[in-house]
């Protein structure tokens, strides 16, 4: 009984010692080609997207970053479909953006197209999606978040295992270690050198001007902000080519997920949508001279062009984006919707959608009586784009309560990369510039804003000085530090043209 008791003894912590055995992690050669990739990409990112000014070398940059990505998912044996070699082609596309425009807004809102459609991409790929998934908001949430920050001390990790398996690695521990240690001491003893002798202080002032320049200290910010953005490059890329290790996105799940948020009576929308739908009828009725107006050109009495346009626009703008919460509101929270649609809420969904439609048509024919009379400006275009986009969700909403079937993350996501192409690449500086001088040329504006022009970009400048509304000289004496190519930088299309017609 005691043999038994002693072997009992020494098989025990021998099991345990298997059994507490933690199996570390291997990384392939292409995990760690991978991490460096992520941080030289997230560096050069910072420094020529989000710190400085963009153009052919973004476009460089983003073609590289594009190309790696796209290098690496066919590494992990990912295949493309004809859907996603056309997402990556419409990537390269708007990567174009950065060259062929100096507009900063336009740039700052194509960045972050690219970096949505970007993460989708590979999401896509790795998931071997034929098309654009059904629950396009879950895909974008698990793209852009839950993927990438699964992961996101992953590059950590890769770059740890890799240190530790060579040599050279264990050395650059050491000496960064060494460095950490030695920094405070140097610093207190150069202090007290240079306060010994003003050569050495000289000397320790010339090279501390140096390495601590402007320059030098924008690099070392980029740097900083590089780290986070590489781990999140990282992360994405790591975690959508190794799928096992995180929970996909099931169709099913999401149908859950709807289900879950219908706990809203129909007869309470019914209820609560009836009175929004009479007051407009009311609106329609007692506005009809105020607002259609706009439509035969002409002014209500004790209103200007200016006061017209600015207060019917606006107020309109805001009623179709409540309409749209509105619409967005019956489908998601009805007890009964999607498929299982009754007849009276489609038609509530088609009668609201008609009225807003109604209204931006009126809006819009506001907005244009207003850009006939006093031209065109930046905030006029983008509102007008806006408008004109959200019209267009609420034909694809109507359709969709006709055709349930119809894939309408599809379509909505076509339209707005067609309408967003339209944004980007009409150059919509260039576009003012042009129709304002027209205007003017024909009599009908009354005068030329030209203050106006040159706060705009080259766009808008080049527009203006190759209809000869603008001189050289005009440009030039504009500003006092005036250098086409410094001002606006040699890294667009639009800088370039105009920097060679200063010379």
């Known amino acids: 009984m005691n043999d038994n008791y002693l072997g009992e003894v020494q098989i025990v912590p021998e099991y345990q010692a298997v059994a507490l055995k933690k199996e570390k992690p291997e990384y392939s050669r292409a995990e760690v080609v991978l991490s460096v990739f992520a941080f030289t990409a997230a560096f050069f990112i910072m420094r020529y997207v989000v710190f400085n000014a963009m153009g052919f070398l973004t476009t460089g940059l983003m073609f590289a970053v594009i190309t790696g990505a796209i290098v690496y998912m066919k590494k992990r044996k990912c295949s493309f479909t004809r859907f996603n070699r056309l997402h990556g082609a419409v990537l390269y596309i708007f990567s174009l953006v950065f060259s062929i425009t100096a507009n900063d807004y336009i740039k700052e809102l194509n960045a972050f197209f690219i970096l949505g459609a970007g993460a989708y991409l590979v999401y896509s790929v790795s998931a071997g999606n034929k098309e654009t998934d059904r629950y396009l908001p879950f895909a974008m949430c698990k793209a852009l978040f839950e993927y990438p920050f699964s992961h996101f001390g992953k590059q950590w990790a890769v770059t740890q295992d890799r240190l530790s398996k060579t040599r050279a690695g264990s050395n650059v521990k050491y000496i960064l270690t060494g460095l950490l240690i030695t920094v405070p001491v140097t610093a207190v003893v150069a202090a007290l050198l240079m306060s010994a002798d003003d050569g050495l202080m000289n000397i320790l002032s010339g090279i501390y001007e140096k390495v601590f320049s402007l320059e030098m200290c924008d690099i070392i910010e980029q740097l900083i902000f590089a780290v986070p953005f590489s781990m999140y490059l990282f992360g994405m890329l790591y975690a959508n080519a190794h799928r096992s290790k995180i929970k996909p996105l099931e169709e099913q799940g999401c149908i859950q997920k709807l289900y879950g948020v219908r706990f809203i009576s129909n007869l309470v929308m019914y209820t609560a949508v009836t009175p929004l739908c009479i007051l407009y009828v009311l609106f329609f009725i007692s506005q009809a001279n105020y607002f259609l107006s706009a439509f035969s050109g ?206």
């Open 298 to 503: 002409s002014l209500p009495e004790g209103y200007t062009y200016a006061d017209y346009a600015r207060q019917g626009f606006f107020e309109l703008c805001a009623v179709a984006v409540i309409n749209l919460a509105v619409l967005c509101g019956i489908s998601l929270f009805s007890k009964k919707t999607g498929r299982e649609k009754p007849a009276a809420l489609k038609i509530y969904s088609v009668v609201l959608s008609v009225f807003t439609i109604i209204l931006i048509a009126t809006a819009m024919s506001k907005m244009v009586m207003y850009i006939y009379n006093y031209g065109l400006t930046e905030l006029r275009v983008y509102t007008s784009w806006f408008m004109v986009l959200l019209a267009l969700v609420f034909v694809l909403i109507i359709i969709k309560q006709f055709r349930y079937d119809m894939k309408f993350t599809k379509r909505l996501s076509a339209v707005f990369v067609v309408m967003f192409a339209v944004l980007c690449f009409s150059r919509p500086e260039s576009v003012i510039a042009r129709y304002n001088i027209a205007m003017y040329n024909s009599g009908y504006l009354e005068e030329l804003d030209r203050d106006a022009i040159l706060e705009m970009s080259a766009d808008g400048l080049l527009a203006a000085y190759n209809e000869g509304a603008l001189t050289a000289e005009v440009i030039c004496e504009y500003s006092e530090e005036y250098d086409p190519f410094d001002r606006f930088g040699n890294y667009n299309l639009s800088s370039v043209i105009l920097g060679s017609k200063m010379k």
